[in-house]
């Protein structure tokens, strides 16, 4: 009997819901021939149901998510909803009460996909951060005192355990290990000023490093220093590791010199629980129902999601069809100058995961 996986997917705002029919439709491809099934439950949390009914997430939307095997999010972010509601109370709510400690977010340049960066190719761009996602500044306590007078104070703290630090270090090495490419972890932080915080993580660094990863090579960069090896020297990274704020920021970097948010994708991972994939760009709602946006990024959200359920074959199809489609198809990864529409692209990538 071939295996069922329960997915649910959150379409969301936007071209979200756009970009998951493409992906969805390239994972049955790769279900259909690599013989497992999808069991999708569809769940409408976005903009248009918090604008209708004033609730943002169900309190029983995390157990809910819970029961399954894995989700797929299409994007949050409506434009008549003010910043940070939607996003605070559903993207960030779910990756904390799923405790999703980690974002996992590839830079990938595939064949034919243009990069800003001079000279630099496939060959260069070819590595993976490991974003701490459960702490730091995203869930340090905080607040304002004497709001609007010209006394006014605001405070937002950094704050880490041993625990989330060890547990996101443990997975990076994991990871890096398993990758077996360059065997090089490289810790992103801020020693010479965040003298607290990167102070644990660089000690946790070496000493899970020396101890259980004697094989993996151990690099330190500041994330200034980061910024800028990762545009004249990206071929140096394998593996970056870092806390939740300086991750937040270096994948977006990592992610226009990979082709932009077209085409960039990330999953936030509970190792031991359920998972969410997403591409990280954002909802473009401009561009809703245009059949114009580029589903690559949900494409390879969902190959993501394979990949972490053990679909390893289907996982590995949709990025050869990935490579086929930016290395001989589309003109552009950009919104409406791909030569080809959003659902075209969905069928171009499903017929070659179906039959190669
Ligand atoms: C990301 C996004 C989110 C973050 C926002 C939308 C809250 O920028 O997934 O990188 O800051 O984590
Ligand atoms: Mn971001």
Not at 65 to 74: V, W
Not at 177 to 188: H, I, S, Y
Not at 222 to 243: Q, Y
Not at 267 to 273: A, I, K, R, V
């Amino acid at each position: 009997m071939s295996k069922t996986y329960q997915i649910a997917v959150l379409p969301g705002d936007g071209t979200g819901p756009e970009v998951t029919r493409e992906a969805v439709k390239v994972l049955e491809a790769a279900a259909a021939r690599y013989g497992f099934k999808l069991a999708l439950t569809e769940y409408d949390f976005g903009g248009d149901r918090y604008l209708k009914t004033g609730e943002v997430l169900p309190d029983s939307a995390a157990d809910e998510l819970r029961k399954h095997d894995a989700i797929l999010l299409g994007a949050i972010g409506h434009p008549d909803v003010k910043p940070g509601i939607l996003e605070k109370g559903i993207l960030l709510r779910l990756r904390f009460e799923l405790d999703q400690y980690i974002n996992l977010r590839p830079v990938k340049l595939f064949p034919g996909v243009e990069t800003p960066l001079k000279d630099k190719g496939p060959e260069q761009i070819d590595y993976v951060v490991v974003r701490e996602n459960s702490g730091g500044l995203y869930t340090g306590t905080g607040g304002i005192s004497m709001k609007g007078t010209p006394h006014e104070v605001a405070v937002q703290s950094m704050v880490y355990s041993r625990h989330q630090v060890e547990r996101c270090l443990r997975f990076a090495f994991d990871y890096t290990r398993k990758r077996n490419k360059r065997n090089t972890l490289a810790l992103c932080g801020k020693t010479n000023v965040l003298t607290y915080v990167y102070d644990l993580w660089e000690r946790a660094f070496h000493e899970i490093g020396q101890a259980d990863y004697p094989e993996i090579r151990r690099d330190y960069y500041h994330v200034d220093a980061t910024c800028m090896w990762m545009v004249k020297n990206p071929e140096w990274f394998d593996v970056i590791v870092t806390g939740n704020m300086f991750g937040d920021i270096i994948t977006d970097l990592g992610a226009i010199t990979q082709g932009g948010m077209g085409i960039a994708a990330g999953g936030n991972l509970n190792p031991e629980g359920v998972s969410m994939f997403e591409p990280i760009g954002g909802s473009a709602p401009k561009y809703t129902g245009q059949n114009v946006i580029n589903p690559l990024a949900a494409v390879c959200a969902g190959q993501m999601l394979l990949d972490t359920l053990g679909e390893t074959e289907g996982a590995a199809a949709i990025e050869r069809a990935v490579v086929h489609v930016t290395g001989s198809k589309l003109k552009s990864m950009a919104a409406g100058r791909m030569g080809y529409s959003t659902q075209e692209v969905g069928d171009l990538l499903a017929q070659f995961v179906a039959g190669e």
